[in-house]
């Protein structure tokens, strides 16, 4: 009888312990792998004032559409940017935002004449 009313605190107990450490993985972790963002429209305006077209011709910045950059040298640029030369967005952006951004590059095409 002893044992059994043990158990049952020591059950309650470890669920007791658990639940605020997944309410802390959910606070934790803000939006966490899923991504709100328009990137047409982020094109249209931050990224816009450099990348010019959508990104598929070069303004201030270079051209993206066809880049031979890799995931992560894309992802390490947006992230950290470039001393002088680009803002870093890596409080900006999850990494869900990130791989969108990556897959719109990925996926210009040449506007249609
Ligand atoms: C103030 C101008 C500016 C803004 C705004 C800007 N960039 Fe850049 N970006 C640059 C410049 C300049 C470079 C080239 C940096 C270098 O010399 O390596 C660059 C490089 C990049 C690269 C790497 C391309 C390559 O081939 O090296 C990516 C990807 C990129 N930017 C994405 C973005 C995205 C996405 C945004 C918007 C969230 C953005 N940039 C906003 C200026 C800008």
């Given at each position: 009888m002893m044992f059994r009313y043990l158990s049952l605190a020591t059950v309650a107990l470890s669920i007791a312990s658990v639940l605020p450490a997944m309410a802390q993985q959910v606070a934790g972790t803000?939006?966490?792998?899923t991504s709100h963002l328009d990137v047409d429209q982020l094109f249209a305006t931050t990224c816009g004032w450099c990348h010019s077209d959508g990104g598929r011709v070069a303004g201030k910045g270079p051209q993206?559409?066809?880049?031979?950059?890799s995931d992560d040298f894309i992802r390490n640029r947006i992230k950290h940017g470039k001393e002088g030369a680009m803002p870093a967005f890596g409080s900006t952006f999850n990494d869900a935002d990130i791989d969108k951004i990556i897959h719109y590059i990925r996926s210009l095409k040449p506007d249609q004449p």
């Open positions: 803000p939006a966490a792998e993206l559409m066809n880049t031979k950059r």
